[in-house]
């Protein structure tokens, strides 16, 4: 019963190793999940993906509904298996996962679920991490790759976009024609952001070979959601730590090292409050120093 119009399609480069194996048991899943439950079988692959590869490689955990699709395994997964995620993407998949139990293993008994621990304050890159996140974008397979990499910092660590307002910005909302570079956030918390200086080149570079109604990050999607950054990152196969929400608290504390009137940083950051920046008072003191100022070519 897979749906081959889009699960064919799905091809997660880091388990195609493994996809002979793997492949038809995922994408069956996928598609009776999307089915019975109204979702897209595109926002369940992410998840059902990285799950059921844990659990088969890493638990050996045999490729059975009732096996595999369990409660206890799930919250293995979410606790254990993504250790280096932020609170909310476990939230993400841990909502997608759930589904797919109760919709494939509808038999299984209610578990306690273990509270995700509340997260510490974001650690913001430090300058050997920023080139290594610049070194790793230009270094894709592809150039639209690259190019897409570079647009996720540019917007990241150039603009300090949060995912969802990263993933909302199209060409026109990108002004770079003057010495300066903005970009226009519309969504949530609308506001004109400056472009880091350093981040300018690679800004106009990327938004030159497009379409002004094309999105400035993985150009050619139909709409917006949040598991897009996630899906990049899985397929480009990286042992960095790649995080807008890092990249959002690097740019924050440059701006405080840099002196930004506290007015104009809640502004331009769309914070409401001085109160959101005590996250990253502590990151602030500690012994580093703000992410290169040499302009990224």
Not at 116 to 129: N, Q, V
Request: net charge positive; with cysteine; hydrophobic share 40%.
């Amino acid at each position: 019963m897979t749906d081959t119009s889009e699960s064919s399609a799905y091809r997660p480069i880091y388990a195609l190793p493994y996809w002979d194996v793997l492949g038809a048991f995922i994408e069956d899943a996928v598609a009776e999940a999307a089915l019975l439950s109204g979702r897209t079988p595109r926002s369940l692959f992410p998840a059902t993906v990285a799950y059921v590869l844990w659990s088969w490689q890493s638990r050996g955990t045999p490729l059975e509904r009732s096996r595999i699709f369990c409660r206890a395994l799930v919250e293995e997964f979410i606790h254990l298996g993504m250790g280096a995620y932020a609170r909310g993407s476990k939230a993400t998949h841990r909502a997608t996962l759930t589904l797919l139990v109760d919709t494939l293993n509808p038999t299984e008994h209610t578990r306690a679920r273990l509270p995700i621990p509340r997260s510490t304050p974001t650690a913001p890159y430090t300058e050997a991490e920023v080139a290594k996140l610049y070194s790793w974008a230009t270094s894709q397979g592809t150039v639209r790759r690259q190019q897409d990499a570079l647009a996720l910092l540019v917007l990241g660590l150039g603009a300090g976009l949060a995912t969802r307002e990263l993933l909302a910005v199209r060409v026109s909302d990108v002004d770079t024609r003057e010495a300066q570079a903005f970009v226009v956030v519309w969504e949530g918390r609308p506001r004109t952001v400056p472009i880091s200086p350093s981040w300018r080149r690679p800004l106009r570079r990327i938004i030159g070979e497009l379409d002004p109604a094309d999105w400035a990050f993985r150009p050619g999607r139909s709409g917006a959601n949040s598991g897009q950054v996630s899906d990049f990152l899985q397929r480009a196969r990286t042992t960095l730590d790649v995080r807008p929400s890092r990249m959002r608290a690097t740019w924050l504390l440059e701006h405080l090292d840099a002196g930004t009137a506290p007015h104009e940083l809640l502004r331009i950051s769309g914070l409401q409050n001085l109160a959101a920046l005590d996250k990253i008072e502590a990151a602030r003191a500690r012994p580093r120093r703000q992410s290169p100022r040499r302009e990224h070519r």
